[in-house]
């Protein structure tokens, strides 16, 4: 499978120039590179959507625009990058645009793959995929100096294809650099762990994410920038698929809902349940079962401590207060179970959309009834 079929999506890390917020990884980066020390195989760990694969590509462009001059002298020309802020690389640059278009011959990307027979993206890496990194690794580089490979994301290995990383990581070539990009690194082989060199990535603090969201979201006006900070959780790729799906409108109707389980709000109900089904297509359903299942994590803890979060919109806070003291959290955290399992069941065996929304809310109001 060539390369060029893969990761067409204009918002892939490999056309994103710019990192929010990840500063101190970006130094470490760079000070492993300079020392002359380089892992060869670093795993960049953290929740999804926080910038893991941005900072890969990033440092991947790096490493690939020394080309065959090796290390330079500290001091004496300055930052090695070809534009100042540590490991940057100028967009308009010849290295930028062959690895946004997959064109380096230095540099492969392990990610999953169209499967030939059907053409439908796999669910989990192919071994096969992992197993073009021997003949990658091979052959000299193109232009005499690193070569990269880029594994995103780990999480999505199987048995199989987990392994046949193993024995890359563990006989690792000469002037070679494997990214290993992980959610929840904890799954992954303990001995792939064990020979990489962990680089853990936090969310995102406020501020990186309103520098995010005021040049990449600028569309959003105040009140829903705050709420879609709220929701994101410091992830920017969270940020931006709850803008792109309108995810403000549909946590207010959410919110209105959840507001009135103890009264008659079957109508509205209907036709909440109505619209979310028909927005399969877009992801919207989705969208919707996941909002609900985050909010009543945030009800469960807020009657667990005590203490109730800021409020994310206007009337928000009071549903949550007052749910929280209608039932213990123990409650919401079961009833949160047990609309997961109605989700998957759901998606597993094709259960009519608008009944899995209208059951989730019966489970929520048999938690009020006792």
Known sequence: MSDRLLSLDPAHPRFTAELFGHEAAEAELLAAYRS?????????????????????????????????????????????????????????????????????????????????????????????????????????????????????????????????????????????????????????????????????????EAEAMRAFMARRLPELDAATRELVLGLAEGSPGRATGLAEQDAAALFGELIALLGGLQGHQV???????????????????????????????RLARAGATGALPPELMAGEGEVLGRLASAAGADRWLAAREEIARLAERGEAVNLDRKQVVLSAFSVLGGVLRG
Request: charged content about 20%; hydrophobic content about 45%; some cysteine.
């Open 36 to 204: 002359g020390r380089l892992a060869h195989a670093w795993l960049l760990a953290g929740p999804p959507g926080i910038g893991k694969a941005t900072l890969a590509y990033r440092f991947a462009r790096f490493l690939l625009a020394q080309g065959a001059g090796g290390l330079p002298a500290p001091g004496l020309f300055g930052d090695p990058s070809p534009v100042a802020g540590m490991l940057a690389i100028d967009p308009a640059s010849a290295i930028f645009r062959r690895v946004a278009g997959m064109g380096h011959g230095d540099l492969l990307t392990i990610e999953r793959s169209p499967n030939p027979r059907t053409g439908k993206m796999r669910k989990e890496i192919a071994v096969e995929d992992v197993r073009r990194m021997p003949e990658f690794f091979s052959k000299t580089a193109a232009e005499g100096g690193w070569r990269v490979a880029i594994v995103d994301a780990a999480d999505e290995l199987n048995r199989s294809s987990a392994n046949a990383l193993l024995k890359i990581v563990e006989e690792p070539p000469a002037r070679s650099v494997i990214l290993i990009v992980a959610h929840a690194p904890g799954s992954l082989l303990p001995t792939i762990r064990s020979r990489c060199r962990r680089l853990a990535l936090k969310p995102l």
């Open 267 to 297: 109508p509205a109900l209907h036709r909440f349940a109505e619209a979310l089904a028909k927005r399969a297509g877009d992801g919207g359903y989705r969208l919707g079962l996941g909002l609900l299942d985050w909010w009543l994590a």
